[in-house]
T-cell receptor
Framework: DQQVKQNSPSLSVQEGRISILNCDYT??????FLWYKKYPAEGPTFLIS?????DKNEDGRFTVFLNKSAKHLSLHIVPSQPGDSAVYFC??????????FGTGTRLKVLA | DAGVIQSPRHEVTEMGQEVTLRCKPI?????LFWYRQTMMRGLELLIY????????DSGMPEDRFSAKMPNASFSTLKIQPSEPRDSAVYFC????????????????FGAGSRLTVL
């Protein structure tokens, strides 16, 4: 039972364009969401987060949008750069430290 | 701080052998997590500790898996006996903070231990 789903295993985007990574969840009790980025042979690193009291959080080129009614969040990267090529995981928790991760989306930014 | 330290980085073993993965969390972090990454299931939470006490081990797949945290600076994940389907990358992560809404409980991951069971 996958409570956090990333239905696109991969995504290719031209450098300079927008990358949109999507994540869906099923548990309405989730109230905190994070995005992590992972390069090969490294551990995931924290990118950006959002709590359920907000619908948008922005940090430089990265913006996360949360649509609670649709149980959907998305990560926008603008403009995309080749260094953004990595696997992106979304994660969710319900007020505890038990973070549930998705299966990841591999982003490739083409120069 | 050197971050979360995991060893070994790579382990190749034969089916039936015991495997021990090690983790040193960031000093001062009072939560420690073990995750497993596979293509099919992504990052799965196996177990997590708070102040060295196991809080939730519902993700541990079978009795063949066990985890301990004898002190605040060391944890082990043991698989005995190992099977080919245990092949995966195992990550340890640590965290500190007051709770989900505070923004302080971001997990910091180690570089992972890649396990191959032949």
């Amino acid at each position: 039972d996958q409570q956090v789903k990333q239905n696109s295993p991969s995504l290719s985007v031209q450098e300079g364009r927008i990358s949109i990574l999507n994540c869906d969840y099923t548990n309405s009790m989730f109230d905190y969401f994070l995005w992590y980025k992972k390069y090969p042979a490294e551990g995931p690193t924290f990118l950006i987060s959002i709590s359920s009291i907000k619908d948008k959080n922005e940090d430089g080129r990265f913006t996360v949008f949360l649509n609670k009614s649709a149980k959907h969040l998305s990560l926008h990267i603008v403009p995309s750069q080749p260094g953004d090529s990595a696997v992106y995981f979304c994660a969710a928790s319900s007020g505890t430290y038990k973070y549930i991760f998705g299966t990841g989306t591999r982003l490739k930014v083409l120069a | 701080d050197a971050g979360v330290i995991q060893s070994p980085r790579h382990e190749v073993t034969e089916m039936g052998q015991e495997v021990t993965l090690r983790c040193k969390p960031i000093s001062g972090h009072d939560y420690l997590f073990w995750y497993r990454q596979t293509m099919m299931r992504g990052l799965e939470l196996l177990i997590y500790f708070n102040n060295n006490v196991p809080i939730d081990d519902s993700g541990m797949p079978e009795d063949r898996f066990s985890a301990k945290m004898p002190n605040a600076s060391f944890s082990t994940l043991k698989i005995q006996p190992s099977e080919p389907r245990d092949s995966a990358v195992y990550f340890c992560a640590s965290s500190s903070g007051a709770g989900g809404m505070s923004g302080a409980n971001v997990l910091t991951f180690g570089a992972g231990s890649r396990l191959t069971v032949l």
